[in-house]
């Protein structure tokens, strides 16, 4: 069989994982005030709209509402924040919610599945083998993480596939002297940019690479000053025809309501507590990261990416190093960060990790390494098969029974409001006329359970009324910090029996 025939089947699969397992997440935490913010730039031109986010993966996932014909909800200028105009998109505009979900999240699949091409692409080119490439994508494609961010209509995915894209482009243009090259990864540098801002960091990570390349006798001004124009151009060009303007200065003041925005919660941290082992903190922790990678990444896919940062020291490829560098260049900021509200944050480094692995372990040339690798890569497609379709929920075997999961991270980590579609069903299937729900999310509950659906915020000085309580993972612990006591003895007071867990997110009880 040929590489390109099984490539083929992977895409069909991982394609399916995506779509399939989507179709019945709920709005996560900031998918409405995303959506809402595109809308109202694509339709009015306002792009001081949700102040923390650049705007083009915003507009990207309104692009298929704006052509449906969707408009922003009746007094959006009034709300008083985007999270609130997103809600009254998805659930007070007369809309139908989940058809508005699936269209706005099509293009962060699209682009998840661009970059793992790109991966496959690169990879299959400086391994010179397809085989290594279909490795990489099959490594790319069945990340739990991946997948989990590669189907929201947010901004991760988009950022880690033009960061990583520009970076691919900039080391060929700096090898190949081509100006098409140079403009290209300028272009998506620019996309990168305009995505997130924390993409700003691919400036100086190229400067390195730059002096590098110049120190060897490598000429790098012309790809340089190429790259910048056509990111200059891009970058201006995206802000203007959005904004309907012509003031060429408006980008970056834009740009830098942008950056003061997401500084703020850089520096200061968050204005809710941040969770992590059991303890809670406004400022985060240096370690966070770190913690969360080992506890999220599957097993079989850390011991790859350390197996091949060891033969990358020991054989100093270049571009092997180039791709572990901006790791560590990457996490080494990010640990500085004071906002740690999930693994999501450090996607970018997802690519690079996987990319420069393959590429150094195809360096190996040798059967016993390839026949191992083939076996971690088993392992890891077989623990990404059987987290669907609750992707984001995903642990390694490490934290034991995915029971304990909200004892070392909560958040997007964990439950960021998505299965409260899935709730519905699993009420339907058991005939629930009324439930009592303590639910953190982006989703509503009276859309998805009307009139049997009543919210109850807890703990709370009553105890539960008897009958049945649907309690959200990440209200489970954080609530620990606002209420006078914690959500064990309240349930324990109300006894409140166990009876499920729902899509890995949603503990559900009952009281009788």
């Keep these: 069989m040929s590489p390109r025939i099984v490539l083929a089947v992977l895409a069909i699969v991982v394609a399916a994982l995506a779509v399939g397992s989507v179709r019945l997440d709920s709005a996560t935490a900031d998918e409405g005030a995303h959506i809402v913010a595109g809308l109202v730039k694509l339709k009015t031109g306002t792009m001081d709209f949700f102040p923390e986010q650049p705007p083009l993966m915003n507009s990207l996932s309104a692009l298929p509402l704006a052509l449906g014909g969707y408009e922003p909800p009746t007094g959006w200028r009034a709300a008083p924040e985007h999270w609130t105009a997103g809600h009254a998109l998805l659930y007070r505009s007369g809309y139908d919610a ?44 069945f990340c739990p993480n991946l997948l989990a961010h590669g189907r929201l209509a947010t901004v991760d995915i988009g950022a880690t596939f033009f960061m990583f894209a520009a970076t691919v482009m900039f080391l060929d243009a700096l090898r190949r002297q081509d100006w098409r090259r140079s403009a290209l990864a300028g272009v998506l540098t620019a996309c990168a940019v305009l995505s997130k801002t924390s993409a700003l960091l691919l400036g100086p990570y190229f400067l390195v690479i730059a ?179 609750g992707y984001i929920s995903y642990f390694n075997e490490l934290i034991g029974s995915h029971r304990n999961a909200d004892r070392f991270l909560i958040d997007s980590n964990l439950d960021w409001g998505q299965d409260l579609q899935r709730l519905r069903l699993w009420a339907d299937a058991n005939g629930v006329d009324s439930i009592r729900i303590d639910y953190f999310g982006g989703g509503d509950i009276r859309y998805e359970l009307g009139d049997r659906a009543q919210s109850w915020p807890a703990p709370r000085p009553e105890p539960l009324p008897r009958g049945w309580f649907a309690l959200s993972r990440h ?17 324990a007071g109300s006894r409140a029996e166990y009876v499920t867990t729902v899509g890995g997110s949603i503990l559900v009880y009952r009281v009788e």
């Design 98 to 141: 989940r058809r508005m979900l699936f269209l706005a999240r099509l293009p962060t699949i699209a682009l998840f599945l661009a970059l793992c091409f790109l991966v496959y692409w690169f990879v299959a080119r400086e391994s010179g083998s397809r085989w290594w490439g279909v490795f990489a994508f099959a490594l790319t494609g």
């Design 475 to 491: 209200m489970y612990r954080s609530r620990t910090t606002e209420a006078p006591i914690d959500y064990d003895s309240y349930l």
């Design 211 to 389: 002096i590098v390349f110049a120190i060897r006798r490598r000429p790098v001004i012309r790809t340089i000053v190429i790259s910048s124009i056509a990111a200059l151009v891009v970058f201006e060009a995206v802000y203007l025809i959005e904004a309907r303007s012509i003031d060429p200065l408006l980008p970056f003041r834009g740009y830098w309501k942008n950056v003061e925005a997401i500084r703020a919660w850089v520096t200061t941290g968050h204005e809710r507590p941040q969770f992590l082992l059991g303890e809670f903190s406004t400022r985060g922790w240096p370690h966070y990261f770190l913690v969360a990678w080992l506890l999220k990444v599957p097993l079989g896919a850390q011991l790859l990416v350390i197996a091949g940062a060891v033969l990358a020291v020991r054989r100093r490829n270049p571009i092997v190093i180039a791709m572990l560098g901006f790791v560590l260049f990457f996490l080494a900021v990010s640990m500085t960060s004071h906002i740690n509200l999930g693994l999501r944050y450090v996607l970018p480094v997802f690519p690079f990790a996987f990319a420069g692995a393959v590429i150094s372990l195809s360096a190996a040339n040798k059967r016993a390494v390839a026949a191992v690798s083939g076996v971690l890569l088993a392992w890891h497609i077989g623990s990404s098969l059987l987290t669907y379709p």
